[in-house]
């Protein structure tokens, strides 16, 4: 998946994780939280 959104030389399982982290800060959302928004799970 790494791969796929741009990290050529990805090959640990982290790189998926460090591309989406890209791709939040790319996007202006890398500070938003869940609870900023009010989300809550329902039960």
């Known amino acids: 998946m790494a791969k796929a959104m741009g990290i050529?030389?990805?090959d640990?399982?982290?790189d998926f994780i460090a591309a989406l982290m890209?791709?939040?800060k790319a996007c202006g959302?890398?500070?938003l939280r869940m609870s900023d928004m009010e989300l809550r799970w329902m039960n």
């Open 12 to 14: 640990e399982p982290e």
């Open 22 to 24: 890209d791709l939040q």
């Open 29 to 31: 959302v890398d500070d």
């Open 8 to 10: 050529k030389d990805a």
